[in-house]
């Protein structure tokens, strides 16, 4: 038969390990196990002087974090010519759609789902479209050449903010523009979040503490 051998149990064969050890190892498992079980951050809201909403950071889409600001602007002058799919984060309809979907859950909630013009960008208080570029229109390129694949994270004034839908836009369509178009539209531009640092271990430390006194207790007792 298989001999288990962990922390908190010794066989015969080595020195048996005291009560006090057993529950030493058992406290620092726990503390490791709380260390990995840590909910992760939820996004942080970014608004101006105005109480506009001009962003957030730490956007969860599909387990990696992101920065999203909304901007204004023309694609060509916000997204490095917005002439090839890789001036884009999210290259592909599915991540896109990710993305947006990952603002109305996390990013248009309470008063930005039910008040679209203080989303930055926005004037109309009806609706307010946060668009997301992933790419160039592969077909009738001839009768739209260089025109954008987005995807609109819909907020509006009538629901709780739980729509996208698929669109094109000209790449030097100005969404600053006073019109119409410029009222609704804002660019949605995301950047991976900057890697965070981890917190000090001081949970950590403290069960090193613990095992520390342990091992010192044993040392002492074979003594």
């Known amino acids: 038969m298989a001999t288990r051998v962990d922390c908190c149990y010794a066989p015969n064969s080595l020195p048996r390990i005291d009560r006090t050890s057993r529950a030493l190892c058992a406290t620092f498992a726990i503390v490791g196990i709380l260390m990995l079980a840590r909910p992760a951050s939820a996004a942080t809201i970014l608004v101006n002087a105005s109480g506009q909403l001009i962003g957030a950071t730490g956007v969860d889409v599909q ?16 997204f490095s010519g917005c002439d090839a799919s890789s001036d884009f984060t999210f290259t592909s309809e599915f991540d896109a759609s990710a993305a947006s979907q990952a603002l109305l859950d996390q990013v248009f909630l309470g008063i930005y789902d039910t008040t679209p013009n203080l989303t930055s960008g ?54 600053g523009d006073n019109n119409r178009s410029g009222d609704y539209l804002v660019y949605a531009d995301w950047t991976p979040a900057a890697a965070v640092a981890p917190e000090p271990a001081s949970m950590l430390l403290f069960g090193t503490g613990l095992l520390g006194a342990g091992v010192r207790r044993w040392r002492q007792k074979r003594a």
């Open 122 to 175: 926005c004037i109309n208080q009806w609706e307010c479209y946060a668009t997301t570029p992933f790419g160039l229109n592969p077909t009738d390129a001839a009768l739209r050449p260089g025109f954008v694949r987005v995807k609109f994270a819909e907020n509006l004034f009538t629901t709780t903010g739980d729509m996208y839908a698929s669109s094109e836009l000209a790449p030097g369509m100005d969404l």
């Open 63 to 78: 387990g990696t974090l992101y920065d999203v600001a909304f901007v204004d602007g023309t694609c060509a002058a916000l």
